[in-house]
């Protein structure tokens, strides 16, 4: 089997009294999607934002392509470590067009200048590779639909081309159709050899595309199962505790 892309080991992080992160581990394999689900409140975002630096885990182990990751890192170097992300709470900037959107944290610069003839080409390009449908790369993204908007931000993260990508909640904004788009994003990036983290409320999407689910719950990992080994109930009953948790974290 091969190495892990990401590995978390007894990862733990409090907000002042309130204790985000219990004890989360997960591994996360090249050519899968993982999916982490859990209750609101239960530390996925959290997670995800210790894993890019935003947050700095208190305690326990962050290992990407088999280097430790620092605790204390700055989200401007995520690049650097080989990580794209799309935040549940998106970070598109409003008042920019889609080109600009698409190349933020990789800005085209011909003489030191902004290539924008490139951006507009390059983004062009990425969102036709993505078969989405937008009139105008120049339109400013705080004129999209929530769904636009998410599949921008989305294909900005798979522009980036990073062994990595995490995605907290893609589909929660999205329709049927869109919805069903993003899988074929996922389902086109596995075989590159990414590692898709993918946070999830929603179950069918995650049966449909993840190959691994990890349940946390109060911000402990309950377990981790192999989608072709699991049930949906199972997995509902490790969300709820009605499954009790596995003795050791996997
Ligand atoms: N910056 C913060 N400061 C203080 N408390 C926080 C902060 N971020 C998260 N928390 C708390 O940590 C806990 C876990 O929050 P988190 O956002 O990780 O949950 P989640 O699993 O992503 O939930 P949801 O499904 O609603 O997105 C919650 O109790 C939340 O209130
Ligand atoms: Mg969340």
């Not at 086109?188 to 719950?217: Q, W, Y």
Request: proline share 4%; hydrophobic share 45%.
């Amino acid at each position: 089997m091969a190495d892990p892309v990401l590995v978390l080991e007894g990862v733990k992080k409090s907000f002042g009294s309130v204790s985000a992160l219990e004890n989360m581990s997960l591994a996360a394999y090249p050519g899968e999607m993982h999916a982490i689900v859990g209750d609101n409140g239960a530390g996925k975002s959290t997670a995800i934002k210790i894993i890019t630096g935003v947050h700095s885990a208190d305690e326990g182990e962050l290992r990407l392509l088999g280097e430790a990751l620092p605790h204390r890192r700055s989200p401007a170097h995520l690049g650097d470590h080989g990580i794209a992300v799309v935040y549940q709470d998106l970070a598109l900037v409003e008042c920019l067009d889609i080109a600009t959107n698409l190349s933020l944290g990789r800005l085209p610069t011909r003489f030191g200048i902004l290539d924008r003839k490139r951006m507009r080409r390059e983004a062009g390009a990425v969102l036709a590779d993505l078969k989405v449908r937008v009139t105008d790369v120049d339109t400013p993204v705080g004129l999209l639909s929530g769904g636009q908007r998410q599949i921008i931000a989305i294909a900005r993260a798979v522009r980036l081309d990073k062994p990595l990508v995490l995605l907290d909640e893609p589909t929660a904004a999205l329709g049927v159709q869109e919805t069903a788009h993003v899988g074929e994003i996922i389902e086109e990036l596995k075989p590159t050899g990414k590692a898709v983290v993918c946070v999830s409320h929603d179950l069918d999407f995650v049966f449909r595309h993840a190959d691994r689910i990890t349940v946390l719950r109060l911000g402990t990992t309950v377990g981790t199962r192999l989608v072709a080994q699991t049930t949906r109930s199972e997995i509902v009953g490790m969300i709820t505790g009605a499954v009790a948790a596995d003795g050791a974290a996997e």
